[in-house]
């Protein structure tokens, strides 16, 4: 069980903001933290990571505190066992792959976790590359490798993936569901994308201007009963088009183009590369086979 606690006063664009938030995780569940920009996310996972510090909290990783404002207890970084990715893969370019995974050992440490890792990401064939040869995808697999190489209990992804293309992305989900469950992970991702959300976690937390509004599974707080329906499909408009009084809307899905028709009202409300979600309600989809 994880618990968390924190309370930080956040200077913002707007003005001041309060951080306040109080979470369990549950020890091997997969979690995400939704919510506007600039809402607090990155700010907990560095409070958690150690690297920010709020005014008031506790943060207790399976019995163990990591941080207790109440009694000064505060591990550094590097004491707290947990694996920490960004959107950039920030690795040494001047470092081979297997370079750099090893950087992330301590020097007495056993060089097998880092053969472990090298297998379980598939990484046998680059680790003597350098990382500027590679595609973005094969970095950040090397990210997550080098987040594991210190067999974390705890891992944290903040938008791990958003700089890469959908097939990329649907790559890099497998490969981190794969490392949850293998290592038994704890695991919080920062995620804006609601196709990775319903696919990834199993509980997620709605963070706005700093609290806490929404918890519960995706599945549930993505189709309110205003969106309710048998068939549905996560997508992103690549085109609005008005046809005489009704407006068609072009919506990309995996690699499926689907067109919907929408009223003015409901066309106003949208934009092309917003994410949506389409529904099928009042009639059964067709299926044909090919
Ligand atoms: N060390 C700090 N001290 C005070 N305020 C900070 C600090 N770091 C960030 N902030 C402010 O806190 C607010 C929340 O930032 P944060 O990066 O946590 O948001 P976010 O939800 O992760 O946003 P995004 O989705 O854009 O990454 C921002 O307005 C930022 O300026």
Redesign the pocket.
Known sequence: MIRINLE???????GE?Q?QVALQIKQGEFVT?Y????????????MLAGL?QPERGLVEVNGKKWLDTANGTNLKPQQRKLGYVFQDYALFPNMTVRENLLFALEKHQPKDSVNEVVELMELNDMQHRYPATLSGGQRQRVALGRALVQKPEFLLL??PLSALDESMRARLQDYILKVHQTFNLTTIL?S?DVSEILRMSERMFV?KE?KIVQVGAPDAIFSDDSISGKFRLVGTITKIQQNGVVYIISVLAGVNLIKVVATAEEAATMATGDKVMVVSKAFNPLIKKL
């Open positions: 930080k006063q956040l200077h913002s664009s707007g903001m951080l933290i919510g506007e920009s600039g809402a607090g996310k990155t700010s907990i996972l560095r920010l903040d938008e920062v804006h963070l700093g």
